[in-house]
């Protein structure tokens, strides 16, 4: 179902464009749409036909389930019930922000949305762009806009306008918008957390990190690592993922030609391809997908890594570059 690359990239998200975004989501268009931590590719989330259409464009298998996305708190309960304290806090402390909570659903979240599971996945994205239109959407009647980052199924998550179009104009239509919003300022995906349980686990590592968790909630919370069977099946989050073409390398040394990705401290071996200098971890997440991004679009064959160390966003960008290099 390949079509002609029309759809177009609005630049000045001014209230209009806003208002016509959020009327085009409810017609059951697809808006591609910036947050702070990639860019997501929207649909209403109560629209199965609009949800399908983002399940194609994706490329993505049908039981791997779909963030709803609302713009506050306030709404949280028309998307999920009996839930716990924690979770409240969890919402209280880090909402709007890189946070999504897995929580049991209600009836408005459907199959279609949550890959048949009872639970669903509910995030408050801190973006001007992404809260106006998620706003201008419940205004026109709207209860949530389900997104999964807007690349195809596997690839890399797109931080820039350029980059949706890049991954995704031969999928969408000419009904179809992307809202430039800017690049993301975090740069990698939402910390996501299983909150079906008695206590809470890390299920995706992200921005809101397991010490920022500890420090709210007086916890030593648990981070999952792969095929936990005690844990909810949270299919994308286990295999391999956010490859570029290069092949990714987390140790070894790189030859003349090569691209190389590490902290600016690090210098660049003779005739190696820098693709990305960053000073600190914070950095390294904002850049790391348009460094692999550019290993592609300069055709190389290896990337080599040397991956940040520490316990706070260097966590994320460590599971994205092990989850690359598989
Ligand atoms: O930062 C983000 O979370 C971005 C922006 C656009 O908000 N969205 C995003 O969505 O990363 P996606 O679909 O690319 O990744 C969401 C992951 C998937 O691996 C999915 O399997 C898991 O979250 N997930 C979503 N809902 C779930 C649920 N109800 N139960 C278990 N896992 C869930
Ligand atoms: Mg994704």
Redesign the pocket.
């Given at each position: 179902m390949r079509q002609l690359a029309t759809m177009t990239i609005i630049s000045n998200c001014t209230e209009s464009v806003i208002k016509d975004a959020a009327a085009s989501l409810i017609a059951g268009n697809l808006v591609a749409f910036p947050?702070e931590?990639?860019?997501?590719l929207g649909a209403d989330a109560c629209n199965e036909e609009a949800v399908a259409r983002v399940y194609e464009v994706k490329g993505r298998p049908i039981n791997?389930?779909?963030?709803v996305?609302i713009s506050s708190i306030s709404n949280l309960d028309k998307w999920a019930k009996d839930i716990p304290e924690y979770a409240v806090k969890l919402a209280r402390a880090f909402w709007p922000g890189?946070l999504?909570l897995?929580l049991p659903r209600t009836d408005l979240a459907k199959d279609f949305i949550?890959?048949g599971?009872n639970?669903?996945?509910i995030?408050v994205?801190a973006h001007t762009v992404a809260l106006s239109l998620l706003k201008e959407f419940e205004d026109q009647g709207g209860y949530g806009i389900a997104?999964?980052?807007?690349n195809r199924f596997g690839k890399v998550?797109p931080t820039c306008a350029n980059d949706v179009k890049a991954e995704l104009s031969g999928y969408l239509n000419s009904n179809d918008l992307i809202l430039d919003g800017g690049q993301s300022s975090i740069g990698v995906?939402?910390t996501?957390i299983n909150c079906t349980k008695t206590t809470p686990a890390i299920?995706?590592p992200?921005g809101i990190t397991a010490t920022m968790i500890n420090d709210l909630l007086g916890i030593d919370i648990e981070v999952v690592t792969k095929n936990d069977s005690d844990q909810?099946?949270?299919?994308?989050?286990l295999e391999s993922h956010y490859s570029p073409k290069a092949k990714v390398y987390l140790s070894g040394t790189p030859s003349a030609g090569d691209g190389f990705i590490a902290l600016s401290k690090f210098p660049t071996p003779p005739g190696v391809i820098r693709l990305t200098s960053p000073a600190t971890n914070e950095e390294y997440a904002r850049t790391l997908y348009q460094g692999l991004r550019l290993a592609d679009s300069k055709k190389l064959s290896k990337v080599f890594v040397i991956e940040p160390t520490g316990n706070g966003i260097a966590v994320a960008v460590c599971d994205r570059l092990q989850k690359a290099a598989e």
């Open positions: 947050t931590t990639v860019y997501g791997h389930p779909l963030i996305h890189p999504t897995i949550t890959g599971q639970n669903v996945g995030r994205p997104a999964p980052s807007a998550s995906e939402s996501i299920l995706r992200g909810i099946r949270a299919p994308g989050l």
